[in-house]
């Protein structure tokens, strides 16, 4: 094809779009999933709440999900806003940010490829292009990306990758400006780094070089964006100085000999001889800002996830034990990058890793390095790709330790692009050792990107429900009790008590004492009817863990429906005192004080509180709630009120079709309107 080069350059952008879409087109089937789904949106109501002044204050002050991440919880706020509870509209927000991610890392790498390599083909093509399509399309149907594009609760993957590909561009535009003010000043040409020492924002002869500064601050602030979506990016600064190394070439001997020779156009004495470090302190000194911010980002992650008990502590597992797991994840990432099966949403973190294992991937990790060192000047790229990938896995490779898992595919997001460079200019290297090398190369390409699209598609099928992620997961790993008790949580659910209560067992078996496996199990004797055992085994959770709130809340609804209100009370209080926004617990609580046949338990003044809250959290919109709050105001003696939120109890059980609800609230309504409160028949 002889078009001209923007023609090509947006018609690779389009094929990248649609291959994406091709491949993703499955997760606008998917719904949300137990995981993190509702601590993020579903059962999140300052997020279902939408846009507005309040959300912003709290996107930004608030802690929640040991994070914090302002930005995230922005957008998942305007989901919420466009389209409420519809799963496809969230799933649709991040297939969106993938789809332009994946375009703007073709766009940025292209750009940075050609600013120091000019040499151009047939019809003015760079063969760079090629090469950086290559990469994009790699980052955009390689399997072990489906967990950041599929799940809800990965939003801060793909938005982060977002300002990440920003920042790079914004950085790979201002480089180009300094190089282009230190050819006017040496007469050099765009070759080299010079003038390096000069202030960033002086230009030639002291005056403000506008587009310089305005990269610049325009990369910062990006990068500030992607630390507020998620503070895996503070590896940021590092990685722009590998792109310094390669492709942008500001470091190096040549680059010294030009910051001297510029030097030398400013003085009459002669220069001194160039250091070959003084081009890297000078990028080291260029990055302080980026390094400070990355620093406040660090130490504000581990505060809060410190404050949400997300950490492992060295007491659980020693620093051995985390360097052990460590290298081994290294090596396994660099096997699912190139045989990406069995990918799941969990991996288990075992005991303790086998001597010979860990010892073999630390062999293989020092091998790889010392090859990507001994290329160091001939093939940049080998060694700029490979410490991309070691070192933006840093925050997540688990030195220190957030959560139970060994590994994960979504920390692989950004951290993959380095070998995907790797892989693409390595392989253009050995192609052009032979003749049809090319053409192999080629085809070779075009194959395996097939393979990862439909490899990519099924691997989305496996997100529809939470029942068929954990399946999935239980089947590609051994021994993972939390899949376990996930899935038995979804069986559970569904009503299939049986399966439950097996996979509630199995996950005790490997695990004995896991807590939520003993709920589980406990809950499916509670559906059972089976009130007294069920009882008997929360109460043997709490004697174990006596701040586990949802033992509390658990076992309250069982001594609720035994009629032991007095206890179900105490229960419901302790529980909401440790999950203070359970709108479920508040209402239950609530309907008990305001209607117990026992007068020395109703307290209408405080039904009323809870009722209230349990409202404001779900905005006013769930029938069933505003029942409880119109008896609560019955119970207090606000017949007026008790009457109007009866009404919009009925009108809104109608127009969700729960007519038994909307018959139930009729009869409550009539009460009312004779000053009558409604308390429950008493217990023979």
Not at 382 to 387: D, E
Not at 394 to 423: H, K, N, S, W
């Amino acid at each position: 094809m002889k078009t001209p080069d923007a023609s090509r350059k947006w018609l690779l952008c389009l094929l990248l779009a649609l291959a994406t879409w091709l491949a993703y087109w499955p997760v606008l089937r998917c719904g949300f999933v137990d995981l993190d789904d509702p601590l993020y949106v579903t059962e999140n109501y300052q997020v279902q709440a939408g846009l507005s002044g309040k959300g912003l204050a709290w996107a930004f002050t608030t802690g929640h999900a040991a994070n914090w991440h302002p930005l995230t919880w922005l957008s998942h706020q305007l989901d919420a806003q466009l389209f409420g509870l519809r799963a496809w509209g969230h799933h649709l927000t991040s297939l969106l940010l993938h789809t332009v991610n994946a375009i703007l890392l073709f766009l940025v790498l292209r750009r940075a490829a050609g600013s120091t390599n000019r040499e151009e083909g047939e019809a003015g093509f760079e063969p760079q292009t090629a090469l950086c399509a290559l990469v994009a399309a790699l980052f955009a149907l390689h399997p072990a990306h489906v967990e950041s594009v599929a799940w809800v609760a990965e939003r801060k993957d793909v938005l982060s990758g977002f300002f990440f590909m920003l920042t790079l561009g914004a950085y790979v535009r201002y480089a180009e400006s300094r190089r282009k003010m230190g050819a006017e000043r040496t007469g050099l040409g765009g070759a080299g780094l010079a003038n390096e020492d000069e202030r960033l924002t002086k230009g030639v002869g002291g005056r403000f070089h506008l587009p310089a500064i305005a990269f610049y601050l325009l990369a910062l602030g990006f990068f500030a964006l992607g630390l507020m979506s998620k503070p895996m990016l503070v590896t940021v600064p590092f990685v722009l100085l590998l792109v310094d190394y390669w492709p942008l070439r500001r470091w190096g001997k040549e680059e010294a000999e030009l910051a001297a020779r510029g030097r030398q156009g400013r003085k009459s004495a002669p220069p001194p001889a160039p250091s070959a470090l003084r081009p890297l302190l000078l990028l080291l000194r260029e990055k302080l800002p980026f390094f400070v911010l990355a620093a406040a980002s660090s130490v504000a992650t581990c505060l809060v996830q410190h404050a949400g008990g997300a950490t492992v502590s060295m007491a659980e597992l020693s620093l051995g034990g985390r360097a052990a797991n460590a290298l081994v994840a290294y090596v396994r990432y660099l096997g699912k990058l190139v045989w990406p099966a069995g990918l799941a949403v969990y991996y288990p973190r075992p005991e303790q890793w086998a001597a010979g294992r860990v010892w073999g991937a630390a062999l293989v990790l020092a091998v790889i390095t010392v090859l990507a060192m001994r290329m160091w000047a001939r093939r940049r790229y080998v060694a700029m790709g490979w410490f991309w990938f070691l070192g933006m896995l840093v925050p997540v490779i688990g030195l220190v330790q957030v959560g139970e898992q060994a590994m994960a595919d979504r920390y692989t997001y950004l951290p993959y692009i380095g070998l995907f460079i790797m892989l693409a200019w390595g392989g253009e290297a050995l192609a052009r050792r032979s003749k049809y090398g090319t053409a192999f190369l080629g085809a070779a390409a075009l194959g395996a990107l097939a393979v990862l699209l439909v490899v990519t598609r099924q691997q989305t099928r496996h997100w529809r429900t939470t029942e068929t992620l954990f399946r999935q997961a239980i089947a590609v790993t051994r021994d993972n009790p939390l899949a376990q008790e996930y899935l038995g949580n979804a069986l559970l659910e569904a009503g299939d008590l049986d399966g439950a209560e097996q996979l509630g067992r199995e996950a005790l078996r490997l695990q004995p004492g896991f807590v939520e496996a003993e709920l589980l199990c406990a809950n499916v004797l509670a559906r059972r009817g089976q009130l007294e055992e069920a009882s008997r085994r929360f109460g043997e959770i709490l004697r174990r863990n006596p701040r586990d709130a949802n033992a509390h809340l658990s076992l309250a609804q069982v001594l609720s429906q035994s009629g032991e209100s007095a206890r179900a009370v105490e229960h419901y209080r302790e529980g909401l005192r440790r999950r203070p926004d359970h709108p479920e617990a508040l209402n239950n609580l609530a309907w008990i004080l305001a209607t117990d046949p026992d007068a020395n338990i109703r307290k209408g003044g405080e039904a009323v509180q809870f009722a209230k809250r349990a409202c404001e959290l779900t905005r006013y919109q769930r029938p069933l709630l505003l029942g409880t709050l119109a008896a609560a105001y019955a119970e207090a003696g606000h017949f007026d009120a008790a009457v109007a939120t009866a009404r919009e109890a009925i009108a809104r059980a109608r127009a969700l079709g729960q007519s038994g609800l909307a018959e139930k609230n009729q009869q409550l309504l009539e009460r009312y309107q004779a000053h009558q409160p409604y308390h429950e028949p008493a217990r023979p």
